[in-house]
Structure formats: structure tokens, C-alpha cells
Nanobody
Framework: QLQLVESGGGLVQPGGSLRLSCVVSGFTLNNLVIGWFRQAPGKEREGVSCISSSGANTNSADSVKGRFTISRDFAKNTVFLQMNSLKAEDTAVYYC???????????????WGQGTQVTVSS
């Protein structure tokens, strides 16, 4: 069974950095499109970044472009989200999600991780 386990969240000051990890088990990354989503209190969940099954294509929300980078390590079966220049509005629970298949769309994931809290505050 496919499982996703996130880690790396925490408390960071504005302007700081964090790197989130999503370890995938039960499936190989070659057959998965992986995305990072987030949900802030009182807000709907939103897509942050997505990486294709091949790892060749990525896309990110306008709000994080130039600050967040998604990547994947096939040997470790892990997807990362490097977050730089963090802002208070980035505070949210961040979720890793996977869609079985090929391509580069993160819509309608099949599996979700449990989430990791990111808090940006001075």
C-alpha cells in the first residue's frame, strides 16, 4: 500500500528557510505525480508545487514562484520542497499527495500524507 510521510516542518522567522521531505513507500516515484498542498486556518486547501512522474517538469503557484522549489530523489524515493524567503502568509499545514500515473498534473491525488505544520512568525 502506498504511504506518504512528511517531515521538516517547524517554526521559522520571516525570511528564513525550511526543507520539507515526503518519503514514499509502497510505490516507486517513476509511476507517481507528486504534489505539495497547504491549508491555512480558515482557508481552503491550495496547491503549492507539483512534479511530474519523470521529474522533468515542475510547476508552482504564483504565490511561491521564485521562493519554493520542488524536487525528487529517485534513489531515496523522496520528494522535497525547499522553501526560502518564507512569509507569514506561508503558515499552514503542508501535505504531500500522490497521483498514480504519468504526466505532470497534480489534480485529484489518490493518496495523501498526514501533513506537517509550518509556522512563519517572529
Amino acid at each position: 500500500q502506498l504511504q506518504l510521510v512528511e517531515s521538516g516542518g517547524g517554526l521559522v522567522q520571516p525570511g528564513g528557510s525550511l526543507r520539507l521531505s515526503c518519503v514514499v513507500s509502497g510505490f516507486t516515484l517513476n509511476n507517481l505525480v507528486i504534489g505539495w498542498f497547504r491549508q491555512a486556518p480558515g482557508k481552503e486547501r491550495e496547491g503549492v508545487s507539483c512534479i511530474s512522474s519523470s521529474g522533468a517538469n515542475t510547476n508552482s503557484a504564483d504565490s511561491v514562484k521564485g521562493r519554493f522549489t520542488i524536487s525528487r530523489d529517485f534513489a531515496k524515493n523522496t520528494v522535497f520542497l525547499q522553501m526560502n524567503s518564507l512569509k507569514a502568509e506561508d503558515t499552514a499545514v503542508y501535505y504531500c499527495a500522490a497521483r498514480i500515473g504519468y504526466g505532470s498534473s497534480c489534480r485529484n491525488p489518490d493518496y495523501w500524507g498526514q501533513g506537517t505544520q509550518v509556522t512563519v512568525s517572529s
